[in-house]
């Protein structure tokens, strides 16, 4: 078991909530997906995806090979430079394109 086991837990209750906002996403993260031009057709896949980072989060407390590669998935994919993000200020009208949103680097 990792000690201590509530960061992950955490991460993954994180990843849970995220997960039940993405099955029927508010406007603010549809406004997000269309401007960084995330293909309609694969919205469904994104709730399934989150859900089981969270459960690969919370089995990972206990196997630790699972939860490296769950965190080293999760900073890949959120955290990465070419990952843009649309900023809590930002709409369909100001994010328009991708360099409109913000980016983590």
Do not use: E, H, Y
């Not at 997906?33 to 089981?52: C, G, H, Q, S, Y």
């Not at 999760?74 to 328009?96: D, E, F, K, N, R």
């Amino acid at each position: 078991m990792i000690v201590p086991w509530w960061p992950m837990a955490a991460l993954a209750a994180g990843q849970a909530v995220d997960a039940a906002l993405c099955v029927k996403p508010p406007s603010v993260i549809q406004d997000c997906l269309n401007a960084v031009r995330f293909p309609r057709r694969l919205w469904p896949v994104i709730a399934p995806t989150k859900a089981a980072s969270a459960v690969g989060l919370i089995i990972g407390i206990w196997w630790l090979p699972l939860a490296i590669v769950a965190c080293v998935a999760l900073v890949v994919t959120s955290c990465s430079p070419w990952v843009p993000i649309c900023g809590p200020a930002t709409s369909a009208a100001t994010c328009s394109a991708p360099s409109d949103c913000w980016r983590l680097t």
